[in-house]
């Protein structure tokens, strides 16, 4: 079976459910944070080594910040500023490549350092890319792009005929290749804003699990599953064809 996987390129990752894990277990929601950001190191060393050349992580929604101010702090000041060592650590020890996408805007000096520290000093590696969706929003990028398109017509640098689909693509937040499989935890069947541009084509997985809770053998699965999918992106396959 292992020879027969399919692998995919771009793994995108809806880590949900980290709240309703503490919660079962007594324990407060900045707890059930903790033990996502733990699990997220073990479950990306894992998918990398199975050969996933690029992990897309929602992290923090635009719309995260209708949450209470202790939570949002213990996310932004905590794990990401807090840990700084040991997401560099982590990163050059795996070989690494962790991009930011999302506004910036609303986002404090020092969480802006420590994302610039992370990407400044992995720019070189080129194997594992982790784009890191942080204040990320897919209809803000969506915007955020058409006004720089605007820009570049207004300029005269970019002629409004030549604009398609791939010229378009070039002004979103990264230039990564199309999210293949797209997992969500926590039984959770919906997008939320998550990269729509790039999902248009992907497979969609929903595991019930909770994310601090969804380990290799889960990730196994979620490839298993890929793997009898029938991606025709929008033609027919061989196997159905009748006329
Ligand atoms: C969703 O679960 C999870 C989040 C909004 C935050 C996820 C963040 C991390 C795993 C760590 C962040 C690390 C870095 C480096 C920035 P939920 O709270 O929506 O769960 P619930 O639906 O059960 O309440």
Not at 156 to 163: A, F, H
Request: glycine share 6%; with cysteine; charged share 30%.
């Amino acid at each position: 079976m292992e020879n027969e996987l399919k692998i995919p390129s771009h793994v995108g990752i809806i880590v949900d459910g980290n709240g309703r894990w503490a919660k079962a277990r007594e324990l407060s929601r900045s707890k059930g944070h903790e033990f996502g950001f733990q699990n997220l190191q073990k479950l990306t060393t894992y998918m990398y080594r199975k050969g996933i050349k690029y992990i897309s992580a929602y992290l923090f929604s635009t719309e995260n910040f209708k949450r209470s101010d202790n939570e949002v702090n213990f996310i932004m000041n905590n794990l990401l500023v807090g840990r700084l060592k040991e997401i560099l650590e982590f990163c050059h020890k795996e070989q690494i490549k962790a991009l930011f996408s999302g506004r910036h805007e609303k986002l404090s000096a020092k969480v802006l350092k420590a994302m610039d520290q992370i990407e400044t000093e992995t720019k070189d590696y080129r194997e594992r890319i982790f784009n890191i969706c942080f204040n990320y929003g897919s209809h803000a990028e969506i915007v955020d792009a058409t006004k720089k398109i605007v820009e570049d017509v207004q300029s005269g640098k970019l002629k409004i005929n030549d604009l398609d689909e791939k010229i378009f693509s070039k002004y979103l937040y990264q230039q990564l290749p199309p999210v293949d499989l797209l997992i969500r935890t926590s039984g959770e069947q919906r997008i939320s804003n998550f990269m729509l541009w790039q999902c248009s084509y992907a497979e969609f997985y929903f595991p019930k699990t909770l994310f601090p809770d969804f380990k290799a053998e889960d990730f196994d699965e979620a490839l298993i599953e890929y793997t009898k999918r029938d991606r025709r992106f929008g033609g027919i396959s061989y196997e159905n064809e009748s006329n």
